[in-house]
Nanobody, 119 residues
């Protein structure tokens, strides 16, 4: 059974940093595109960062314009984990952050971790 679990959320002041982690069991992250989504209260879930599966052409990352230059998505293969380093956080970054993995016709969600940016 595939399970994704996020961790690392919490309360941080504006300008601060957090590092979110997504661990996977029953799944090999190297063969999946892994994305981070966030959902603020009253809004739809928003795609903010993606790291592609490993391929002969290398690894690609993509970011939403709202987080580009501040957030970095990375993958650690030996631990089968994906990370989201978030710097210079702002109140509008507040929300529940979800890990999402997909490969061909199969996709999986984590349960989410709350990030609150407030002074």
């Amino acid at each position: 059974q595939v399970r994704l679990m996020e961790s690392g959320g919490g309360l941080v002041q504006p300008g601060g940093s957090l590092r979110l982690s997504c661990s996977g069991t029953g799944i090999d992250f190297s063969g999946h595109h892994v994305s981070w989504y966030r959902q603020a209260p009253g809004t739809e879930r928003e795609l903010i960062a993606t790291i592609s599966s490993l391929s002969s052409s290398g690894v690609r990352t993509n970011y939403a314009s709202s987080v580009a230059g501040r957030f970095t998505v990375s993958r650690e293969l030996p631990k089968n984990m994906v990370f989201l380093q978030m710097n210079n956080l702002a109140p509008e970054d507040t929300g529940v952050y979800f890990c999402y993995a997909e490969r061909q016709t199969r996709s999986y969600w984590g349960q989410g971790t709350q990030v609150t940016v407030s002074s």
